[in-house]
């Protein structure tokens, strides 16, 4: 198995050590991270911790920082992240910020003071081959981290699910854990991890009086599941003190709103006479049947484990082991862990990936309240966002403005959210590569038609069919129907069209995820596309809500469909899939009207005998062609 393990601000970035307690080598952090300060806590405070945490690196400049990882796709891992202050920046003022996974969050660090350290574990599946651990500033002080370990994990063990609703549907999510106790029972008390547990987890004592542990020399079969209880752990055991009493287990997650996970580890230690039996049962909370008649296998390891999520009312967990009538000894437990779920709540996405909108749409009308959240920001490749439908408040945040592919932004029907712009999104806005919609403010929306000329040995100009082609066209004017934009849009209508139709994900293919972009405007971008061998211009056009706006591409794919003219680029077909609205037209590949006018395509200016032809051929075209140059 492939650790890695961090030793954040060691230097230089080509130093190792091998820790002398766990045998664990340490590397340097800088290969993958390339912002921070490196730092090292006091002297005085060295001898208290282990040599990973006696370098540390700090972030003093923006809110977001992150180390990436190469791991292997769909796979669990548990990472840990330890922090000591150590006044290593003299201040003696103890930071506080958020650890992320990818863009979701993890926890929020606290330190209990200077010569303290604070060690944070979660159980994550990584969605791609590529992995984000972030800090996070949400404050003034800055954030800091001293070490960083990935141990992978077995696939099929710590299954966290969670059931979540969607469009009148029921689904399983999976989430992640973060470890709130793993503890064991040994009769000398000591922290146990690598070499003894093959994943690096760390084991911490627990006794107390009213319980007594008991241990043995024989070896304990722990092949029997995927948990891999290292064999220290599994050859202890407490029993109540008093043999004729339950045995009682309590903890306080301290979030009344906390999903608990739970897996419980169990051996028979002892040598059982003929006549004994150990059999009990487990309860929770007043009553509640976790576990019945449960005998546990002689030197061999069984896990009970929650099947789904536990909660309490007031955050409390009390657990109760109880004799059956049948039972003549005592219950009796080798190891308990405890877990808390983590909402994974925004998709992560591979770094290479160039999708249209990461799925993020599913954020809207999700009840979302509170702040926009940072997290969004660790979405590189975002090019659209939609939290409209929800309760949102606060500002408008700036990092917005910072994310370079974002091209909408949806916050509608946020009737709490403050929607004062700043001047850096407003920028974005004004240079027409930023569409933002809110309830004060309309969208943009797309024109009736956007026909671009295309030509071959030549274009027509603006000039010349304003002034011959409008008394063609006026004589049949009244004859184009004028119903179209009273029409609105529901499930079972079409657009009368014989041109191709195509999905999405066909357009994804078509433009290999939106790779060369042929141009853009306030309405949409173009995009270069290759179907079936043809070069094809797929203009995809911004997401939009609204009827009358759906009107507008709908009319424009009819009419477009019905013009056949040599100087008129052909519609090829469009997509009108969900919200994925595009128009797909033959590829121009002697540019623009403006650049054959101009001579920037490479050719020869245009001379005005050609643009005069042009404009007299257009003019004999029928109505509809008249309609489309207007």
Not at 403 to 421: A, D, E
Request: charged share 20%; aromatic share 10%.
């Amino acid at each position: 198995m492939r650790f890695i393990s961090l030793t954040c601000g060691l230097i230089p970035k080509s130093a190792t050590y091998t820790e002398k307690t766990t045998n664990i080598t340490y590397i340097s952090d800088a290969d993958f991270i390339d912002s921070g300060i490196v730092g090292r806590i006091d002297d005085s405070y060295k001898t208290l911790f282990q040599q990973q945490t006696w370098t540390l690196r700090s972030f003093p400049e923006g809110q977001r920082n992150c180390y990436t990882f190469n791991l292997k796709e769909n796979s669990k891992y548990l990472i840990r992240g330890t922090f000591v202050y150590g006044n290593y920046d003299g201040l003696n003022q103890m930071p506080e910020f958020d650890l992320h996974v990818g863009p979701n969050k993890w926890t929020s660090v606290t330190l209990e003071g200077v010569a303290n350290a604070s060690i944070y574990e979660i159980i994550h599946v990584v969605a791609h081959d590529r992995l984000q651990v972030c800090l996070i500033k949400t404050g003034e002080t800055t954030p800091f981290i001293s070490s960083l370990e990935l141990r992978p994990l077995n696939n099929n063990t710590y299954q966290c699910f969670t059931k979540k609703k969607e469009n009148n549907n029921t689904y399983l999510t999976h989430e992640s854990l973060m470890s709130f106790a793993r503890i064991y029972f040994p009769q000398t008390p000591s922290f146990l991890r690598y070499d003894e547990d093959v994943h690096d987890r760390v084991w911490v004592p627990y006794k107390n009086n009213k319980t007594v542990s008991l241990s043995t020399n024989l070896t304990i079969d722990t092949s029997s599941g995927s948990y891999n209880v290292p064999q220290h752990v599994a050859n202890s055991a407490i029993f109540p003190a008093n043999a004729s009493h339950p045995l009682n287990i309590w903890w306080d997650i301290g979030d009344t709103n906390a999903h608990s996970y739970i897996y419980m580890h169990f051996a028979e230690i002892q040598n059982l006479g003929s006549n004994e039996i150990r059999e009990f049962n487990i309860t929770y909370n007043g009553g509640e049947v976790w576990e019945s008649f449960f005998r546990p296998h002689k030197l061999k390891i069984t896990t009970i484990f929650s099947r789904t999520a536990l909660s309490s009312s007031d955050g409390k967990f009390n657990f109760t082991f109880t004799m059956t009538e049948s039972s003549t000894l005592p219950p009796l437990i080798n190891a308990l862990e405890v877990y808390t779920d983590v909402e994974n709540l925004l998709l992560e996405t591979h770094q290479d990936e160039d999708p249209k909108s990461l799925n993020i749409r599913k954020l809207a009308a999700s009840d979302l309240n509170g702040a926009i959240t940072p997290d969004i920001a660790g979405l590189t490749q975002l090019r659209e966002l939609d939290l409209s439908k929800n309760d949102l408040s606060g500002e408008l945040p700036d990092f917005l403005a910072d994310m370079k592919l974002l091209t909408l932004i949806n916050l509608k029907r946020n009737p709490k959210l403050n929607l004062t712009i700043p001047d850096s999104l407003q920028q974005k806005i004004d240079d027409k590569v930023l569409i933002l919609l809110i309830d004060e403010k309309l969208g943009r929306k797309f024109p009736l038609v956007a026909v671009t000329v295309s030509v071959v040995a030549g274009v027509i100009t603006l000039l010349a069919i304003l002034t011959i082609c409008f008394i063609v066209a006026r004589k049949k004017h009244s004859e184009v129907p004028s119903n179209i934009n009273s029409e609105t849009r529901s499930t079972n209508q079409s657009i009368r069209t014989k041109e191709g139709i195509f999905t999405y994900y066909e357009i994804l293919k078509m433009t290999n995820n939106f790779e060369r972009v042929l141009g853009k405007g306030g309405y949409g971008r173009v995009y270069y596309g290759n179907l079936n061998g043809t070069q094809v211009a797929v203009k995809m056009l911004f997401h939009t809500s609204a009827s009358h706006d759906y009107n507008h591409f709908k009319a424009e794919v009819e009419f477009l469909s019905r013009v056949h003219h040599r100087n008129l680029v052909g519609l090829v077909g469009y997509c009108d899939d969900g919200d994925n609205l595009a128009l797909i037209y033959q590829y121009m590949a002697n540019g623009d009207l403006k650049e054959n006018m101009s001579g920037k395509s490479g050719g020869h200016v245009l001379t005005w005998e050609n643009r005069l032809l042009i404009a007299m051929e257009a003019a004999q075209g029928d109505e509809t062609k008249m309609s489309l140059l207007f």
